[in-house]
């Protein structure tokens, strides 16, 4: 077969990746990194790259995202040659290699820019594309490598890696740790940690592994370690039963990392997480704990699908995350058999899935990809979330035993290498008579959601017929493959029939002859995907629908309908019935979704004068619950609500006075981090006494605050929260700064405040130059970077000067990047919408 030839362009083009894979194979590298206890100072470091090369006349391009003067010196099979560097690529003349075996020595100053340094640790961070950006390696997924490590650190720190440390050496002020060969890995996968960290070991179910980690508060340390620790053995040992393949690794280990850029990085033996994520207070209520397990879990379940099996461009990135959580869900139905499954299924991901495929800028699953450089732009709520839904329908049209028993084969069959989406669809088939091709082209390749419809009709009281339809919300014409239930609701009663939904339009033959219902609720059971119709009549029988799940489906629907301005499900309706369900919903997952979208909708989706007719009456009304509400994680989600639409100087004063006392109400446990969330939701209302201001209620708070890296969060965050506007604008500015965007948590939770709904109206002056930063953002942020700086900056407006300003700059940027335009479209949803609606 005749090698392709390469055009070369900047990033890992796909033509680029092809040409390599078709030429190189047995890849290892030899790493040496020397870091200074300085955290500026260059890191010196060296590299051996082996690899057996099948002969042509192509160049080799070696990829590596710095400035030339980074390269020192380039050996090739034990010869040293002309360094040639062109387009973020080292060139090997092919006169310089050989068939089979050859070895490329670098010596070479590390790139910096996903290293993520700090005065007293740093982490490597390389997913999809950035490990180029710290030594020269070839950094396509597809060309798994054995990786061999040694970090010299300074004395007082430690190490981590994805393989088993072999030795270390102290030297003076210096220690030298040296790792064993890794597994087979992609370049995005390999990882080290360092610094001033705590290790904990620990061997539940005889299964060995370590924690590292930063947490100085003794009291969450102490209620954490053993749930971290017993669920990753039981997700281990889920994941095994599940693909009856053992751990595939050398080692489990995980870092605690503070504010780290994701929930969690799935790196092969040396997992990272965000600490916050991680360590809980006595405070945290269920679905914070919820949440941990299924983070837990889902990097856990990586290990197979992502580690073991990787995809092989990453176009298909979606495949691994799809799996995680689908995976992550499963185990946690296990981990948590007390546990309403179906319902943290529905409210762990429709919602979001709906916030991404409703809008002007919909992407599919499945999405082309050209260049490396460009796959951080693939990531977001439709891989994390539409595809677990997706999934779900799957297992469902399937059967769970026969997609197991296929995703059993899948992993069997290309372990420790690559494989495609089309390939583990090719193994389905041989398990199921149905048409996947035509189930994916819609639920895969394709955008959007269907918009359903009913027709009910009834003589004497009896049902004579039922039709259900779908078409799509946007312009073309095609059917999403689903089943899910629908409920007929009687005064007395709930009947709950399934539809197997196949078709533009479907006939219910099993109603035919049933008592007319007072109203029938679409989607009962949460497995349908799309957008249900709902009335105002619902909005009168949901109170008394006594299934949790067909509670928590009705308010996902009513919510999308109030945002799509379906005319009988208004904002204040929606907010009324949820005012009412405060004390009266009895599942916490579901009040937390009410509670979130109550939130919305009062600073959101109503008008500023109506929203000033309604503080008192909800102020009033939410504290009226708090008081009547009896368990403990469930008032303190109410109190988080009232924290967050006081408006009032009454619940303002009520607001200082907990916080200065640090008494909370009554059955409500508030910790650290719940007084410091305080004292800035008092800092942005700029509220003060004659004894103390805004300004000094952040800085007693930051005396209050005890962890080193927590405090240097909120340090960053003051300027965002200053009553001066000068002092405001200062911080936005130094944005436009690289080095000051360097803690991405740091920066969206500080716009977060800039922007805060009391604030919009100094702050709408940033948002055409947020923009402006976008593709600098997109260029040397982190993969979630854009969408999370987009959602923060353009999350609290509902006024048309901010919807014009966002309209303008997509007209002057016709030729805009088509992924980063859907992000903005994407975040921009609710201000268009909130803007129809409340104007």
């Known amino acids: 077969m005749p090698i392709d030839s390469v055009d070369l362009?900047?990033?890992?083009?796909?033509?680029?990746?092809?040409?390599?894979?078709?030429?190189?194979?047995?890849?290892?590298?030899?790493?040496?990194?020397?870091?200074?206890?300085?955290?500026?100072?260059?890191?010196?470091?060296?590299?051996?790259?082996?690899?057996?090369?099948?002969?042509?006349?192509?160049?080799?391009?070696?990829?590596?995202?710095?400035?030339?003067?980074?390269?020192?010196?380039?050996?090739?099979?034990?010869?040293?040659?002309?360094?040639?560097?062109?387009?973020?690529?080292?060139?090997?003349?092919?006169?310089?290699?050989?068939?089979?075996?050859?070895?490329?020595?670098?010596?070479?100053?590390?790139?910096?820019l996903s290293l993520n340094r700090n005065a007293e640790y740093l982490y490597t961070l390389l997913v999809p594309d950035r490990a180029r950006t710290v030594f020269p390696c070839l950094d396509q997924p597809d060309l798994k490598a054995s990786f061999e490590l040694s970090l010299t650190v300074p004395a007082d720190w430690i190490s981590v890696s994805n393989a088993p440390l072999r030795d270390s050496v102290i030297s003076r002020m210096q220690k030298s740790y040296h790792f064993h060969p890794s597994d087979?890995?992609?370049?995005?996968?390999?990882?080290?940690?360092?610094?001033?960290?705590?290790?904990?070991?620990?061997?539940?179910?005889?299964?060995?592994?370590?924690?590292?980690?930063?947490?100085?508060?003794t009291s969450k340390i102490r209620l954490s370690l053993d749930p971290i620790f017993e669920t990753h053995a039981d997700a281990l040992g889920f994941m095994e039963d599940y693909t009856q393949i053992k751990y595939p690794f050398q080692k489990f280990d995980f870092a605690a990392i503070p504010d780290f850029q994701y929930g969690g990085m799935e790196h092969a033996g040396a997992i990272q997480y965000k600490a916050a994520s991680l360590f809980l207070d006595k405070g945290a209520t269920r679905n914070q704990k919820m949440s941990r397990i299924k983070l837990l879990a889902h990097e856990t379940a990586h290990m197979w699908f992502g580690d073991l099996v990787t995809m092989r461009w990453f176009n298909d990135v979606w495949m691994k995350e799809v799996f995680a959580n689908f995976m992550a869900d499963k185990i946690a139905k296990v981990a948590q058999p007390l546990s309403n499954y179906d319902l943290e299924f529905l409210i762990s991901h429709f919602p979001t899935a709906y916030g991404v495929d409703r809008t002007e800028g919909p992407n599919a699953i499945g999405q082309p990809l050209d260049n490396l450089n460009q796959a951080g732009t693939m990531y977001g709520p439709i891989i994390y979330h539409k595809a677990p839904i997706m999934m779900r329908q799957l297992e469902r049209l399937m059967g769970p035993d026969a997609l197991r028993d296929?995703?059993?084969?899948?992993?069997k069959k290309y372990a420790y290498g690559n494989a495609t989406w089309p390939d583990l669809i090719a193994i389905l088939d041989k398990y199921t008579p149905i048409d996947l091709a035509a189930w994916n082209k819609v639920w895969v390749n394709e955008t959007g959601r269907p918009r359903f419809d009913y027709n009910l009709n009834a003589s004497a009281g009896k049902i004579t017929n039922l039709t259900i339809t779908q078409q799509s919300e946007d312009e073309f014409d095609r059917t999403w493959p689903q089943y899910f239930e629908i409920a007929l609701i009687y005064r007395d009663r709930v009947e709950e029939l399934t539809v197997n939904m196949n078709a533009d339009t479907v006939l219910v033959p099993e109603v035919v002859g049933r008592d007319m219902p007072l109203d029938i609720l679409m989607n009962s059971s949460g497995q349908g995907y799309g957008l249900f119709p709902m009335s105002r009549n619902m909005v009168v029988q949901l109170p008394a629908i006594a299934s949790p799940l067909m509670r928590a489906s009705a308010y996902i629907s009513l919510y999308e309908n109030m945002l799509n301005k379906n005319p009988a499900i208004p904002p204040t309706l929606l907010a009324d019935l949820y005012v009412k369900m405060l004390d009266k919903e009895t599942e916490?997952?579901?009040?937390?979704?009410?509670?979130?979208?109550?939130?919305?909708?009062?600073?959101?989706?109503?008008?500023?004068?109506?929203?000033?007719?309604?503080?008192?009456?909800?102020?009033?009304?939410?504290?009226?619950?708090?008081?009547?509400?009896?368990?403990?994680?469930?008032k303190k989600i109410v109190f988080k609500l009232y924290q967050n639409i006081a408006e009032s100087q009454e619940a303002k004063d009520r607001l200082y006075e907990i916080w200065r006392t640090q008494q909370a109400p009554a059955g409500v446990t508030l910790t650290e981090d719940d007084y410091t969330s305080l004292a800035l939701a008092l800092a942005v209302r700029e509220y003060g006494t004659s004894d103390i201001s805004a300004k000094n209620i952040l800085e007693q708070q930051l005396t209050r605050v005890k962890n080193p890296d927590r405090k240097k969060r909120l340090e960053f965050m003051l300027p965002a929260l200053s009553a001066d506007v000068s002092e405001r604008d200062a911080f936005f500015n130094s944005l436009k700064e690289e080095k000051n965007r360097e803690h991405e948590s740091w920066v969206t939770?500080?716009?977060?405040?800039?922007?805060?709904?009391?604030?919009?109206?100094?702050?709408?002056?940033?948002?055409?130059?947020?923009?402006?930063?976008?593709?600098?953002?997109?260029?040397?942020?982190?993969?979630?970077?854009?969408?999370?700086?987009?959602?923060?900056?353009?999350?609290?407006?509902?006024?048309?000067?901010?919807?014009?300003?966002?309209?303008?700059?997509?007209?002057?940027h016709p030729n805009y990047n088509p992924r980063l335009k859907a992000k903005l479209l994407q975040s921009a949803d609710n201000l268009f919408r909130a803007e129809r609606i409340v104007n």
């Not at 002056?765 to 900056?793: C, H, M, N, V």
Request: proline share 4%.
């Open 406 to 411: 296929g995703l059993r084969e899948y992993l």
């Open 588 to 634: 916490e997952l579901s009040l937390d979704l009410i509670t979130d979208q109550l939130s919305h909708i009062f600073w959101q989706f109503m008008k500023p004068e109506a929203r000033k007719a309604w503080a008192d009456y909800l102020e009033k009304k939410v504290w009226e619950a708090l008081s009547r509400i009896e368990d403990g994680n469930k």
């Open 749 to 812: 939770a500080a716009l977060g405040y800039l922007h805060h709904p009391l604030r919009i109206e100094a702050s709408q002056k940033y948002l055409r130059p947020s923009l402006d930063l976008l593709e600098e953002i997109q260029k040397t942020g982190d993969i979630f970077f854009p969408e999370a700086w987009l959602r923060a900056t353009l999350g609290s407006y509902q006024s048309t000067e901010a919807e014009r300003i966002v309209r303008s700059f997509l007209q002057e």
């Open 184 to 217: 087979l890995l992609p370049t995005y996968l390999f990882s080290f940690v360092a610094g001033k960290f705590d290790r904990v070991a620990r061997t539940p179910g005889g299964r060995e592994m370590t924690l590292y980690h930063r947490e100085t508060d």
């Open 9 to 112: 362009q900047e990033g890992v083009s796909e033509a680029l990746a092809r040409n390599r894979k078709q030429v190189l194979s047995n890849i290892t590298y030899k790493l040496s990194f020397d870091i200074p206890a300085q955290k500026d100072s260059p890191i010196p470091a060296t590299e051996r790259i082996t690899f057996d090369w099948q002969k042509n006349t192509n160049s080799l391009s070696i990829d590596f995202k710095e400035k030339e003067d980074h390269l020192q010196k380039i050996r090739v099979n034990g010869k040293d040659v002309p360094l040639v560097f062109e387009k973020e690529h080292v060139q090997i003349a092919a006169e310089y290699l050989k068939k089979g075996k050859n070895t490329v020595d670098i010596d070479f100053i590390a790139g910096d």
